[in-house]
């Protein structure tokens, strides 16, 4: 029976620990008795409150919790990106984690194997709001802000909250294989095999709040023409600033290229477009700005590790 062992805390994120649980315990359902999941959770002793203000109690309490674990995950808080968690939380996790054959963090879990020093030189990622500050007290670590989960050899890190859901269910398709994690997407009528490949967000969501900014003024600008030249010196010369001030300028500010920023705004339109239109793939790489077919599989192969095709047959709603 595989174990599990989910690290709590007192105002954790509720939806970080009952989503996964509530994917593996629906997973037992479909799986022989003896490859079950069976889940503890590890925290402090007696009740204590998640963020949201439900009551919650842990199974076992830090310092008991000495055993080898299958998996090992940190659910995340609010307060993590800015609090470094106990001695006591920090010595559990690092004695589960070297026991264990994988473990990993879900959303902002991911400052606490921080804290114990376990992301150091891994690929990692946690809820796009915090990326920035988990890039910048571990900068050891290699922070992809986009991706819906990642795994770095043994350790699997998850973005935000609803996120630990899609790597529960990847975790019971790696172990059980996807007609099962298939049936248990459906029972959670959740969207089936997000396999890490999907965008936490879109570009739109990161528009400057002030509309009259010269950057919010290049965001407007790219939206509406993504199928024509975007080149540094055509958006430069929308806001009337020169090249080189305004790269360095657009850096600063969105702390991105204007060409990152213009290509993944077109894999984002692209992405939207393959979950919820019949287009081509040529019509859909043309209206997007990539051109060609061919142009944009290698710029979904280098961004989210799927072609379009593949991309529409996992993330396309039936």
């Keep these: 029976m595989p174990s599990v062992a989910i690290l709590v805390f007192p105002k954790v994120q509720a939806l970080d620990v009952s989503g996964p649980m509530d994917v593996f315990d629906e997973a037992n359902a479909f799986v022989a008795a003896e490859r079950r999941y069976d889940v503890t959770l590890i925290g402090p002793r007696g009740f204590f409150h998640a963020s949201n203000g439900m009551p919650m109690a842990a199974h076992e309490h830090y310092e008991r919790a000495t055993r080898k674990f299958d998996l090992v995950l940190v659910a995340g808080g609010p307060s993590l990106p800015s609090e470094a968690p106990d001695l006591v939380v920090l010595s559990c996790i690092k004695r589960l984690t070297a026991l264990a054959t994988r473990y990993g963090s879900i959303c902002t879990g991911a400052f606490i194997l921080g804290h114990a020093g376990l992301l150091n030189g891994r690929r990692?990622?946690?809820?796009?709001?915090?990326?920035?500050?988990?890039a910048q007290q571990f900068p050891l670590a290699e922070v992809d802000r986009d991706r819906i989960h990642v795994r770095d050899g043994a350790l699997l890190t998850s973005a935000?909250?609803?996120?630990?859901?899609?790597?529960?269910?990847?975790?019971?398709?790696?172990d059980h294989g996807s007609a099962v994690a298939l049936a248990v997407a459906k029972r959670l009528v959740v969207v089936a095999q997000r396999q890490g490949g999907q965008s936490q967000f879109s570009p739109y969501i990161a528009a400057p709040s002030d509309d009259g900014s010269p950057l919010a003024v290049i965001y407007r600008f790219v939206m509406a023409n993504l199928n024509g030249k975007l080149?540094?010196?055509?958006?430069?010369?929308?806001?009337?600033?020169?090249r080189r001030n305004f790269a360095r300028f657009f850096l600063q500010e969105a702390k991105t290229t204007p060409g990152e920023f213009v290509e993944q705004a077109r894999v984002d339109a692209a992405?939207?477009?393959l979950e919820g239109s019949p287009l081509a793939l040529k019509e859909i790489a043309f209206q997007c700005g990539f051109g060609t077919p061919h142009r944009m599989r290698q710029v979904f192969a280098k961004r989210l590790g799927v072609t379009p095709g593949q991309y529409r047959a996992s993330f396309r709603s039936p």
Excluded: F, K, P, Y
């Design 124 to 134: 990692v990622t946690t809820h796009w709001q915090n990326a920035d500050a988990l």
């Design 160 to 174: 935000g909250v609803t996120a630990g859901i899609d790597l529960a269910l990847a975790i019971v398709n790696e």
């Design 231 to 242: 080149s540094v010196g055509d958006l430069a010369e929308h806001v009337g600033m020169s």
């Design 271 to 273: 992405r939207n477009l």
